[in-house]
């Protein structure tokens, strides 16, 4: 098994014949914290599209603790431990703050249609279960007293929050937060660094 969590080798995509990543290479070992920096432009979320399946690589690969997983699809990375957030804020708004992370737990869930239909032991251990996590990141977040008020009535920095919230909730290896502060003001932004760093 690799010493590193996330690896990618000369990992590159080109778009017609615009090249938007080339050679893009990083070893990132357990609670290790990285920052992608550059302007707009210089291919930050296409990285992070690639690392997650929204975009497949025409070049290298990656590999999530030593298994290449360059060809998985969106879904099929959760699945195994890579979640992100994104620069443009994706909530179900209608839905409570407790359940909008809930739903991001399904993959972890094992229960049937059966035992959905009909409410059955299974269904009940596996739905308790993933509200008890589901709380106790709302805690760490400081969105416990939000939970069950709709996710669009939340202020944008809670709205933030509660998206990281949603990543946590499948049980990444890795975390990838695309500009996690954007829109936040100074206060926000050094509380969110401060729980990231937790």
């Not at 996330?6 to 938007?20: C, E, M, P, S, W």
């Not at 407790?98 to 059966?114: A, G």
């Not at 959905?116 to 760490?140: P, R, S």
Request: aromatic share 8%; glycine share 8%.
């Amino acid at each position: 098994m690799s010493e590193y969590v996330l690896q990618t080798k000369n990992l590159g995509i080109d778009f017609g014949g615009l090249t938007a990543v080339n050679n893009f290479n990083i070893k990132v070992g357990k609670n290790d914290i990285y920052g992608l920096i550059g302007p707009n432009g210089a291919g930050k979320t296409t990285v992070f599209n690639m690392l997650t399946g929204v975009y497949t690589p025409t070049s290298g690969t990656i590999e999530l603790r030593g298994k290449d997983v360059t060809k998985l699809t969106p879904h099929e990375r959760v699945k195994i431990g890579i979640s992100r957030t994104f620069q443009n804020i994706r909530l179900f708004r209608r839905m409570s703050v407790l359940e909008n992370v809930k739903v991001c737990s399904n993959v972890h869930m094992n229960y049937s249609i059966f035992d959905g239909i009909f409410k059955t032991k299974k269904y009940w251990e596996q739905e308790d279960k993933a509200t008890a996590e589901a709380l106790e990141i709302l805690e760490v977040l400081g969105l416990s007293e939000y939970v069950d008020e709709q996710a669009q009535s939340l202020p944008y920095g809670k709205q933030r929050k509660l998206e990281i919230a949603r990543a946590l909730a499948s049980h990444p290896a890795i975390l990838c937060l695309d500009e996690p502060a954007a829109g936040m003001n100074p206060t926000e932004t050094e509380e969110l660094m401060e729980t990231i760093k937790i």
